[in-house]
């Protein structure tokens, strides 16, 4: 059975870091890019952050750029989303997700979601 598990969320200060870890088990992600979206209360849910299957290409939302990188390690079937510079605005429910197009915007196209891990940056 496929399952993603999300941890790494937390409370933290502004200017703060957190690394989110997206886990899968029931499939390898070799063949799948893998995004992460996250959901602010009362807002849609929004693209952070994409890596294509094999590591090659990333890319990421205006408002992250300079401040989030993400990575990924195919032989632990594992993403990564370290995130610097924390801003109160950041403060989100995470998700990660897999396709297997190459890091599409539209999240319809993404055929697999974790649960979410919540990330709240508070003083």
């Known amino acids: 059975q496929l399952q993603f598990v999300e941890s790494g969320g937390g409370l933290v200060q502004p200017g703060g870091s957190l690394r989110l870890s997206c886990g899968v088990s029931g499939f390898t992600l070799d063949y799948y890019a893998i995004g992460w979206f996250r959901q602010a209360p009362g807002k849609e849910r929004e693209g952070v952050s994409c890596?294509?299957?094999?590591?090659?290409?990333?890319n990421f939302a205006d408002s992250v750029k300079g401040r989030f990188t993400i990575s990924r390690d195919n032989a632990k079937n594992m993403v990564y989303l370290q995130m610097n510079s924390l801003k109160p605005e950041d403060t989100a429910v995470y998700y990660c997700?897999?396709?297997?197009?190459?890091?599409?915007?539209?999240?319809?196209?993404?055929?697999?979601w974790g649960q979410g891990t919540q990330v709240t940056v508070s003083s």
């Open positions: 997700a897999a396709t297997p197009l190459n890091c599409p915007v539209r999240r319809g196209l993404y055929d697999y």
């Open positions: 890596i294509s299957s094999s590591g090659g290409s990333t």
